[in-house]
C-alpha cells in the first residue's frame, strides 16, 4: 500500500515523481550554506569554466524532462490504448524478486549509458552536435545533472525504457528506480566530495562525484570514466577508467589528482 493509491496510477505518478526528486534533492544541494571545505572546485574554477547562465541550464533541464513526460506517456497509450488502465490492481511480486530486478535494471542502464556515452564521444559529429552541449557544464553542479540536448534525452528516455523491460519491473518498482537513479545522477555532478555523508554511495558505487568529475573537467578526462550512474566495470574492462585520488586543498576543499 503506497499513498497513492486509490489517487492516482503507478504510471501516472511515475511520470513525474522523478521530476519532483530532481528538483527536491538539487534544490537542497544549492540551498545549502557555503561548503567551500567540500568542494572538489574552487569559485574561480567555477566562474572561469562555465558559462552557461543557471536559468538557461534550469530552462533545458525542463525540456528534457517535459519530452521524458510526452515519450513515456505517448507509450504508455500506445501499449494500454487508455491512460484509464493502471497498474494499481497489478499485484507486486514478493520482495526478493523485486531487489532481483532492480539489480537487474542498474546493470542494464549502466551497459546502455556506457556505450552510448562512449559512442557520443567517438563519434565527431554527435559530440559536436549533441554531447558537447552537457560538457559546457565544465564544473557539474547538482541543478546541471540532466542538462543536455533534447535528441540525447530521447535516447536516454529509451535506455530507461529498456530497463524496465528487460527486468520485468512493475511500474511502482519503475518509479522507486527512476527516482533512485534520478538522485544517483545528482550525486554524480554536486562537485561536493562528502565522504561522510555519502559514504553509503562512495563504498557501494565506484561511482561517485569524484569519479564522474575527471570525466567533465579538462579535455584529457573525457576519454575516461564513461560509466554511469552506478558501477564503473565497464570502464575497467574496456580501459576507460582513469585511477585518482582526492586529495585536500591548502586552502580548503578538495582536488581530484589523476594517477596516470
Given amino acids: 500500500m503506497v499513498f497513492w493509491e486509490g489517487y492516482m496510477s503507478d504510471d501516472v505518478v511515475g511520470l513525474f515523481a522523478p521530476v519532483v526528486v530532481y528538483w527536491l534533492y538539487a534544490g537542497v544541494h544549492h540551498m545549502l ?7 572538489l572546485h574552487t569559485k574561480q574554477e567555477f566562474a572561469a569554466k562555465d558559462v ?5 541550464v534550469i530552462r ?3 525540456i528534457q524532462q517535459l519530452i521524458q513526460a510526452i515519450t513515456l506517456a505517448s507509450a504508455m497509450y500506445l501499449m494500454k490504448n487508455s491512460m484509464e488502465s493502471s497498474y494499481e490492481t497489478e499485484v507486486q511480486p514478493p520482495l526478493p524478486i523485486r531487489v532481483g530486478q532492480f539489480i537487474v535494471a542498474m546493470l542494464v542502464l549502466d551497459a546502455w ?3 552510448v556515452h562512449r559512442f557520443m564521444h567517438t563519434n565527431k559529429f554527435l559530440y559536436k552536435h549533441i554531447h558537447s552541449q552537457h560538457h559546457t557544464l565544465v564544473v557539474p553542479y547538482a541543478c546541471g545533472a540532466l542538462y543536455a540536448h533534447p535528441l540525447e534525452s530521447l535516447i536516454d528516455t529509451i535506455g530507461g525504457a529498456t530497463c524496465f523491460i528487460v527486468s520485468g519491473m512493475t511500474a511502482r518498482t519503475g518509479i522507486y528506480f527512476s527516482c533512485f537513479t534520478t538522485i544517483k545522477a545528482i550525486d554524480l555532478h554536486s562537485g561536493l566530495w562528502l565522504p561522510s555523508g ?6 557501494v558505487f565506484g561511482n561517485n562525484s569524484a569519479y564522474h568529475d575527471i570525466h567533465h573537467y579538462g579535455l584529457r578526462g ?3 570514466n ?6 564503473i566495470f565497464w570502464d575497467k574492462l574496456l580501459g576507460t577508467h582513469m585511477p585518482y585520488t582526492v586529495v585536500e586543498r591548502p586552502k580548503g576543499g578538495f582536488e581530484v589528482k589523476l594517477l596516470k
Avoid at 52 to 56: N, T
Avoid at 226 to 231: E, H, K, T
Fill in 222 to 224: 573525457r576519454k575516461y
Fill in 52 to 56: 552557461v547562465p543557471l536559468p538557461k
Fill in 198 to 203: 555519502f559514504g553509503l554511495f562512495q563504498l
Fill in 33 to 39: 550554506p557555503p561548503m567551500e571545505n567540500y568542494r
Fill in 113 to 115: 549509458q556506457y556505450f
Fill in 226 to 231: 564513461y560509466a554511469q550512474p552506478f558501477f
Fill in 60 to 62: 533545458g533541464v525542463l
